[in-house]
């Protein structure tokens, strides 16, 4: 079965610094990756997605990811942050086929000032 | 247009009680998601939902899970004589279409079995 790992549970960075969001998962012949945000009592928003192409995908607030196919990883991207940024993100895998997200447990990203 | 909305957004229940709780999706959507979110375990699938296809229940942890899609469009999930360990937030998403589509999610429903 397939499977998601985000390898820090807690990530804290100051305001304005860069900071990458680590995603790896299970091999498979192929597969759909996604980043998703959930902001404090809020449902969970898409951020980006890879369904095929280019390897480097941009997503909206300014996040990018990479698709790693040799290294099995989509890891979460920003140059720098903001406060705003403060969230818990989940990397989600949806393997080809009619088959549901699998997400990794999150990471909580927390921007200091 | 409106999202994905949820009822309620927070619940208390005795152990052993049940427990019904409701997406609304958005208008024309026709697959809903169920997913469970458990302090520390990331987002758990339960259930699927697609037009009048039979649903996926290959996600739901005990058969005293259940849940209805009505009229293709509110669901409803009912945890049956609730345990602790069901507490967590209880999340609903819906897409356009099938699984290839993009998810979108509602604020769920915080569930806390005392």
């Known amino acids: 079965a397939q499977s998601v790992t985000q390898l820090d549970s807690q990530v804290p960075v100051f305001e304005e610094a860069p900071v990458e969001l680590r995603c790896n998962y299970s091999?498979?012949?192929?597969?759909?990756l996604f980043w998703y945000v959930q902001y404090p009592n809020q449902g969970l928003q898409l951020l980006l997605k890879?369904?095929?192409?280019?390897?480097l995908v941009k997503g909206i607030n300014g996040f990018e990811a990479e698709f790693n196919k040799s290294q099995t990883s989509f890891h979460l991207r920003k140059p720098s942050v903001h406060i705003s940024d403060t969230a818990e993100y989940f990397c989600?895998?949806?393997?080809?086929?009619?088959?549901?997200?699998?997400f990794g447990k999150g990471t909580r990203l927390s921007v200091i000032a | 247009g409106a999202g994905v909305s949820q009822s309620p957004s927070n619940k208390v229940t005795e152990k052993g009680k049940d427990v019904e709780l409701r997406c609304d999706p958005i208008?024309?959507?026709?697959?809903l998601y169920w997913y469970r979110q458990s302090l520390g375990q990331g987002l758990e699938f339960l259930i699927y939902?697609?037009?009048?296809?039979?649903?996926?229940k290959s996600g739901l942890p005990s058969d005293r899970f259940s849940a209805e899609r009505t009229g293709g469009s509110v669901s409803t999930l009912t945890i049956q004589r609730t345990q602790q360990e069901d507490s967590a937030v209880y999340l609903c998403?819906?897409?356009?279409?099938?699984?290839?589509?993009?998810?979108?999610f509602g604020p769920g429903t915080r569930l806390t079995v005392t």
């Open positions: 998403a819906s897409s356009l279409r099938s699984l290839t589509y993009e998810q979108y």
């Open positions: 091999s498979s012949v192929s597969v759909y």
């Open positions: 890879y369904l095929s192409g280019s390897t």
């Open positions: 989600a895998v949806r393997p080809s086929g009619n088959t549901p997200l699998v």
């Open positions: 208008s024309g959507h026709t697959a």
């Open positions: 939902f697609q037009g009048n296809s039979a649903p996926d």
